[in-house]
């Protein structure tokens, strides 16, 4: 993009999941579209979800049903459009024979007050009925219903205590979410947008019909010119409206803090285990990354979005104690190889707890002024692209003849195959290309779909990708997401674009970094 005056229609700010998502459904629609993240894409919130596409069943203990419908029936949606960064999970749901929970949902309270024996229970038979609204409420036709499990006599019972006898197992699905957010930005890069990471929006004004945004990145300030302005700040959005554009607004966003840990493998089997527990709040322990497993989430107050998001050592005792109330073989702290923490911008509905406070998306348009500013509050992952849509039709009313929706089922970058062709897809590659082994390709096509043929190229050997820089990275991979998926340092792609950060070293990691600065610094010498 050349530097100086540039008028879009549209100009976002954040490029987190809401803000590439609205992104790409804009230009999809013919809108010019501008979108700048301070940092790297999905570096906050975005990359640090418990990476599940689910309709939320505990959301139904808030009532919260247009919510998890939606999400419900948005999970096929997404699934067929990405089926090689999501993929459906089965989640195992162990029954309390008599467990009470200090939990204070209003379905909790209805039933202490119509059944008062059941107070602090999850009886289940009312986790059953949940289970059967989450089941029909979406409109299913993939995704298999829920079924009874005997865990005395199924693997899925062997890592857990003996107590435990039965479970319900359910649907829902798997989704490598900062892969999600790039994989947005592409396509609507693809569609015309101008995706601009590591660029700070210093300011926006008014000036007659169109937004003056002030932009500064690594080589100074320039301005930009819109005739609408997209707050998906995420955790920023509120001081984007108080320092940025200088706006009042009555809405607010609550700053909830979720951290999760990773620790070594704890069972065999591919399914997610739903823990409940005495506070009324629940846990996964979710298969990760093939060798690990994945626990959490936590929910706390985080008072300041520029406080780094970190799991706290209490946060983290209190997902092992959870998960070691179930679990036959206890954990520690010392089995955690990794943990992550990120803020979760929920609109702040006055909810008495941070676990209450709604996932539901919340948009305000603010027009009194001019040219029409709209503040992205909450949402889940799940209904990103719903959100985005939401969006798109609060602002159609300053777009004459602007189309109607349209991402439904249209695949991301690489989706371009079946539901269930991952493995056909995975053969193929190791056909064609047999050097990779079963784990690389694997992890090739579920990170890159069809795009992993152009990746590798014309490579007939390992030694035609490059240098290696451990655990399956080749050179050729690194240019691959320099060059098209906006990765500047290792950072970027050992912890968002790919998961390698859990197997590579230190000395690999800083041999990654040079690399990766030693090339764009050539790129920037080549172009003056």
Not at 154 to 183: H, I, K, M, N, Q
Not at 199 to 210: G, I, M, P, Q
Not at 278 to 284: L, P, T, V
Not at 453 to 473: C, V
Request: hydrophobic residues 40%.
């Amino acid at each position: 993009m050349a530097r100086g005056d540039l008028t879009f229609d549209l100009f976002v700010i954040g490029g987190g999941i809401n803000g590439c998502g609205i992104a790409r459904d804009a230009a999809g629609r013919g809108l010019s579209v501008g979108l700048a993240e301070m940092g790297d894409l999905a570096s906050a919130t975005s990359s640090a979800s418990t990476k599940l596409f689910h309709g939320g069943l505990r959301y139904l203990e808030y009532f919260e049903v247009r919510l998890v419908r939606e999400a419900l029936e948005e999970r096929e949606t997404l699934l067929k459009a990405m089926p090689h960064i999501s993929w459906p999970m089965r989640f195992v749901l162990p029954v309390h024979r008599d467990m009470r929970f200090e939990g204070s949902t209003p379905m909790s309270k209805l039933l202490s007050t119509v059944m008062p024996w059941m107070k602090g229970r999850r009886p289940a038979w009312l986790i059953r009925a949940g289970l059967f609204l989450y089941d029909h409420l979406g409109g299913r036709k993939i995704l298999p219903a829920t079924k009874t499990l005997d865990l005395r006599s199924s693997p899925e019972g062997a890592p857990l205590d003996d107590r435990f006898e039965t479970a319900f197992e359910y649907s829902d699905c798997w989704v490598e979410d900062s892969r999600l957010v790039v994989l947005n930005a592409r396509d609507a890069e693809a569609r015309g947008a101008e995706i601009l990471p590591r660029t700070k929006v210093v300011s926006a004004e008014r000036t007659d019909a169109l937004w003056r945004i002030v932009l500064e990145d690594d080589a100074g300030r320039r301005e930009v010119f819109a005739k609408a302005l997209l707050n998906a700040a995420g955790p920023w959005v509120g001081d984007v409206i108080r320092d940025t554009i200088h706006a009042e607004s009555r809405e607010k966003t609550r700053l909830v803090r979720g951290s999760h840990i990773v620790t070594r493998r704890l069972f065999d089997h591919d399914k997610c285990y739903f823990f409940q527990g005495r506070d009324g709040r629940i846990m996964f322990a979710i298969p990760y990354e093939r060798d690990f497993t994945l626990i959490g989430t936590t929910d706390q107050e985080h008072t300041n979005a520029e406080s780094p998001a970190e799991c706290t050592e209490a946060e983290r005792d209190y997902m092992i104690d959870f998960v070691n109330a179930y679990l036959k073989e206890p954990i520690s702290a010392e089995d955690v190889v990794w943990s992550y923490s990120g803020v979760r911008p929920l609109y702040d509905n006055g909810a008495s707890s941070a676990s209450a406070a709604t996932r539901d998306y919340t948009l305000k348009v603010e027009a009194e002024g001019g040219a029409p500013v709209l503040h992205v509050f909450g949402g889940k992952i799940t209904t990103y692209r719903r959100l985005a849509e939401s969006a798109m039709q609060e602002l159609s009313p300053y777009f004459d003849g602007l189309p109607g929706a349209w991402t439904a089922g249209v695949a991301l970058p690489g989706g371009q195959f079946p539901v269930d062709g991952v493995e056909a897809l995975t053969s193929a590659l190791r056909r064609d290309f047999p050097f990779l082994t079963p784990e690389w390709a694997g992890r090739l096509v579920r990170a890159y779909g069809t795009e992993a043929r152009e990746m590798l190229g014309a490579a007939a050997t390992k030694e035609d990708l490059g240098r290696d820089f451990g655990a399956t990275l080749s050179e050729a991979e690194v240019v691959w997401l320099m060059d098209r998926e906006w990765a500047r340092r290792a950072e970027d792609i050992v912890w968002r674009r790919t998961k390698l950060g859990l197997r590579l070293d230190k000395d690999q990691l800083a041999a990654l970094d040079a690399f990766m600065v030693a090339r764009a610094d050539e790129r920037k010498l080549a172009a003056e």
